[in-house]
């Protein structure tokens, strides 16, 4: 794929209701895949916005009605940048307890915010702390892509 | 014995292997089910033994891993063991980056899983 290639654009808002994004999510694979990108790139965007998105819904808008999480999303074929937005009061991503650790390695939550770091270029949290920026930069866009 | 909707249940021998129905496994309402059905097992039905085959599984939320968690700490509590199999190389990696191949038993597959037993 070159720089050149056309760029997928989306601006959506979703109701604050666990499994509201599944469509969306879908959407962004197929959107990846039909761009070019491999099955395992697509694997890890897909995981970060799945926590990105749940967490947007419990833990920012604690899943409240008048609440809506709101998607921005661009896609070429080297490039996968979204911007997740709630209306919760934010939160400090610094203040999360490192869930590798020894003592919070049998902690139920706590690891969304790792994955979403490990499988993105760039991950970036607004002052407010209720905004988050993802971008992946493909590597090696002229691999084989996803079947 | 209850019907399970999210798991798929075989025994050999005293060995309780469990297949996820879900190959993707997002669905908040889903992962409640699947972690009653996983505690049932250690909880109610105390088996002693559990294979937890993950070779249909394609994809599972940090959620989902938490109830694999919240399982383990229940097989400790009741003297039961499990092991994790078949779990593909983009899932794997999950466990890896999350630390938590540490905290599971995992195997290649079902039949290594036995030979542990």
């Known amino acids: 794929m070159t720089a050149g290639d056309p760029v997928w654009r989306l601006e959506t808002s979703l109701a604050s209701r666990l499994g509201a994004h599944l469509s969306l999510t879908a959407q962004i694979a197929s959107t990846l895949q039909a761009h070019g990108w491999c099955e395992n790139e697509i694997f890890g965007i897909q995981l970060a916005l799945e926590e990105c998105l749940t967490n947007a819904v419990r833990h920012g808008n604690k899943e409240d009605d008048a609440k809506r999480v709101h998607v921005r999303c661009e896609i070429s074929g080297r490039r996968f940048w979204a911007e997740i937005r709630d209306e919760g009061s934010g939160f400090r991503p610094e203040q999360v307890p490192d869930p590798t650790e020894e003592e919070n390695l049998t902690a139920v939550g706590g690891r969304g915010i790792l994955l979403i770091r490990s499988y993105m270029t760039d991950v970036t949290y607004n002052e407010h702390g209720n905004c988050v920026t993802l971008l992946k930069v493909r590597q090696n866009p002229g691999r084989t892509p996803a079947k | ?117």
């Open chain 2, 1 to 117: 014995m209850s019907n399970h909707r999210r798991i798929q249940v075989s025994e050999s021998n005293d060995v309780t292997v469990i297949r996820f129905v879900d190959r993707k496994i997002l669905d908040e309402a889903n992962i409640q089910e699947l972690g009653q059905e996983l505690f049932q097992l250690v909880e109610q039905d105390r088996r002693p033994k559990i294979v937890l085959n993950f070779t249909d599984v394609e994809f599972l939320s940090s959620a989902a891993l938490g109830k694999l968690i919240t399982m383990d700490k229940k097989a400790k509590q009741h003297g039961s063991q499990i092991i994790l199999t078949n779990i593909r190389p983009e899932i794997y990696e999950v466990f890896a980056i999350t630390k938590l191949n540490r905290l599971f038993n995992i195997k290649d597959d079902e039949a290594d899983a036995l030979a542990v037993f």
